[in-house]
């Protein structure tokens, strides 16, 4: 293959779980709903136990173990699904065969299945998936883990909702998703709600505002959805315009939207970005999503402010990788070197890590430190490189010194 370029393209890499709830729900009278749930009204309702500091260290280890096995069933039975439906259906008086046929559900195909696979699945790619901090809240310990998607996907972070199951084990019953910015329960419980509505006409009849437009436009949502993951992107998105205009600012649709828009190229993809900014400034995920609309807008400094503030915010030295294109946009080759010193202090040692370095030193110029970059990722990842010369990216280090002694040497060991 010919050498990649440095790629300045920050892709979401959500792994949101933007599902639709397709199981059966026989309710036998209609939930009792409160417009939104909060992570104290899970604790209350719930009465979870948070987890100790040596329950959040023991998922951690056995969380590594899953990554370095590649064994997405032994990271899925760290999954509480159990205690993850108790927390989707707080505030929803749900008759129990109503909520043992949901938890059936949830077991045969729900989010967390998916989300584990995909999770193993960046991995294998090439990907990361590591734990690099605690995150105290009250009481509580949470491990957070670094998600980075393999190919320049993107990162993004879960904090992992710990409590002992009935049998006295620690394990995982909801996550809290960075570039949502909300738990994995309370994204689902608001995709539910049609659900439940549709088997009880009664709900429908309290709901107001954007829930009951949520409920009466449920079927659209759901042509949506399989459009999308027909790839028949164009359609998706036409039908995402025909809902009302108060669903179109509801976060979980808007976040949809974006999903769908970025296959559809940047006009769509910014003019998506700029809802999100304006219809929720104060969102905690709105610097990862700034990063992407600055990036793309060629807007440096501000890439540069919004990855400075999420270091700020979770001390992790990775996003510094974030901010290098950006660093040596603007000329500021020192800040930018030392940006790649900071960054490669959270260990991850993956193929695209490299890549980004090798576009580092070939946009300055460091020729030395290019061809010992070309020979490591050729070593280390088994990458073969075309003739270099036929490629315009890599002209000024083919043209000097070292380039030539590189070329040399690679065209007498017979590397193309």
Known sequence: MVGRSWSSSIALGCLCVLWIAEYRIAVARAPQVKDEITEADIRAKTGEVPGTREDADAVVKAVGETVTNRDAAALHRLLDEHRLVNRILVGLDVKDAARA???????????????????????????????????????????????????????????????????????????????????????????????????????????????????????????????????????????????????????????????????????????????????????????????????????????????????????????????????????RTRDARAAVKSARTAGVDTLDTHWMELGFFMSTKDHVSTAKMLDTISNKFGVEFSDLSQVAEYADFVASAEGKAWMRTHATAGVR
Do not use: C
């Not at 304006?278 to 990063?291: L, Q």
């Open 101 to 331: 046929e949901f938890e059936k559900g949830v077991r045969s195909g729900g989010s967390l299945s998916n989300l584990t696979r995909e999770i193993m699945a960046a991995v294998e790619g090439g990907g990361d998936y590591r734990f690099f901090r605690h995150v105290t809240k009250g009481n509580e310990t949470r491990p957070l883990f670094r998600l980075i998607l393999p190919n320049f996907g993107g990162v993004n972070y879960h904090e992992l909702i710990i409590a002992r199951d009935a049998t006295g084990e620690p394990r995982i019953t909801d996550i809290y998703i960075h570039i949502t910015g909300e738990l994995i329960s309370q994204s689902v419980r608001r995709l539910l709600l049609p659900a439940f509505a549709a088997e009880n006409n009664g709900l429908l009849a309290r709901l107001t505002g954007r829930e009951a437009a949520l409920v009466r436009n449920f079927s659209t949502i759901e042509q949506i959805n399989k459009h999308k993951e027909a790839k028949d992107f164009q359609e998706a998105y036409r039908l995402l315009t025909t809902l009302p205009q108060q669903l179109q600012k509801d976060k979980t649709i808007l976040v949809l939207k974006l999903v769908i828009a970025q296959q559809l190229g940047v006009e769509e993809y910014v003019k998506v970005l700029r809802e999100l900014e304006v219809s929720f400034p104060n969102d905690p995920a709105r610097d990862f999503r700034s990063i992407d609309l600055y990036a793309t807008q060629g807007n440096h400094e501000k890439v540069v402010e919004a990855v400075d503030r999420l270091i700020a915010a979770n001390g992790d030295p990775y996003l510094y990788f974030l901010k290098l294109d950006s660093l040596v946009s603007l000329g």
